[in-house]
């Protein structure tokens, strides 16, 4: 019995350390601020743009095979605003990619911000975050570069060239 519940404290301990804290709320203006889950964006008010933008993407099934098995070991910090344009044209874009290449969430921190750039604890703090959305990827413990608004070429193939590190540059560098 003691062995039992000794099993079962670890597991509880285990499944706990990899789960995402999940604090979105919406504010008094409406925006989704803190970190969200995928979920939050399939609810109202958010569900309607989200589901528009995801179902009508088409993902470029080859790039995305190449980028599942780049993948593995890179967590992605993303920063969005449910009030910025840019933020729900590629957010709901962002979460088809990593749903087609079964990206796990737990790698994944999702911070939503007011229009000032800030979430509810501060979580964006340190990303030095400009411009909305802002995908930032690391492995290592480091980063590896960002995505920053809006594709050079596509979604999933400006986020193949970040994990190659190839000298991927934003939108917003020359």
Known sequence: MRILFIFLAINLVACKATKQVHTATI????????????????????????????NDYTIDVEVANQLKALLKGV????????WCGDSRRETPV???????????????????????????NNEQEGLDIERVPTFVFYKNGHE???????????????????????????????
């Open 27 to 54: 504010d008094q203006d409406g925006y989704l601020v803190g970190i969200a889950q995928k979920s939050d964006f399939e609810k109202e008010p958010f569900k309607e743009w989200f589901a528009e933008e995801y």
């Open 75 to 82: 967590k992605i910090k993303a920063v969005m605003g449910t």
């Open 94 to 120: 962002f979460y088809k990619l990593l749903d087609a290449i079964d990206f796990d969430y737990n790698n994944l921190q999702m911070i939503c911000v007011d229009r000032s750039k800030t979430s509810t």
């Open 144 to 174: 590896l570069n960002r995505f920053v608004e809006y594709p050079r070429e596509t979604l999933e193939k400006d986020f193949l060239n970040i994990v190659r590190e190839v000298g991927y540059k934003h939108s917003y560098l020359e």
